[in-house]
């Protein structure tokens, strides 16, 4: 796709300069300001949101994948946990699990309820050794509600990357929101880790 592109004199100095030291063109210089504009720029995040790019302009990609990458970014905050829950409640707000509760169950038999179980012990509210099932609709909705509390806690970035993967929102999310969502929760990541001495627990 051809465009003819006008630049200002600040971009031309930068171009003049990134053409001559790193041997760029300015299309290949182009390209990468853009990827550079939308793409997270550390991992997880950029790899999950260069695989949706890439696969869209493929023609490759479908419903299923957006919402994989989406659950892999959200797996991976539990390593770089974010006190501001606002982009994770928009997120699950397309999903209405209460009116899914087949796909939102957990049981005892699965991967899941170990850490579903742990997010209860931190709540004070241990699970009862005959329960064999949890409501995953109603555990998204302890977590938010206190998310002041839990939010440093891996096990509940587990749950409702878990939940997210593999219950389905009412309406499918487009490549475009996948990678804003990463690029946000990425910012929310790198944004709370720069403000270390006041993070709570």
């Known amino acids: 796709m051809n465009r003819f592109f006008v630049s200002d004199s600040e971009s031309d100095t930068l171009i003049a300069l990134a053409t001559k030291l790193y041997g760029l063109k300015i299309g290949e210089l182009i390209n990468i300001a853009l990827k550079n504009e ?9 790899t999950e949101a260069a695989f949706i790019l890439q696969c869209n302009a493929n023609g490759t990609l479908d419903a299923w994948e957006i919402k994989q990458s989406m659950s892999r970014g959200i797996r991976a905050l539990g390593t770089r946990p974010v006190y501001d829950s606002e982009r994770l409640q928009g997120i699950f ?4 699990l209460h009116e899914k509760h087949d796909n939102c169950s957990i049981a005892n038999d699965e991967a899941l309820w170990e850490s579903a ?6 709540l004070g509210k241990p699970v009862l050794s005959d329960c064999s099932k ?13 998310w002041d509390t839990l939010w440093f806690e ?34 929310d990541a ?8 006041s993070r709570k627990k």
């Open 93 to 96: 707000a397309r999903y209405h």
């Open 154 to 187: 891996k096990a509940v970035y587990d749950v409702l990357a878990t939940l997210a993967y593999r219950c389905e929102p009412d309406v499918p999310f487009n490549w475009f929101e996948g990678i804003t969502f990463l690029s946000g929760i990425e910012r």
């Open 134 to 146: 949890l409501d995953g609709a109603r555990l998204v909705d302890d977590i938010f509600a206190d």
């Open 38 to 46: 939308f793409l997270p720029v550390t991992e997880p995040f950029r």
């Open 117 to 122: 179980v742990e997010v209860y012990e931190a």
């Open 190 to 197: 790198l944004g709370q880790w720069c403000r270390l001495p």
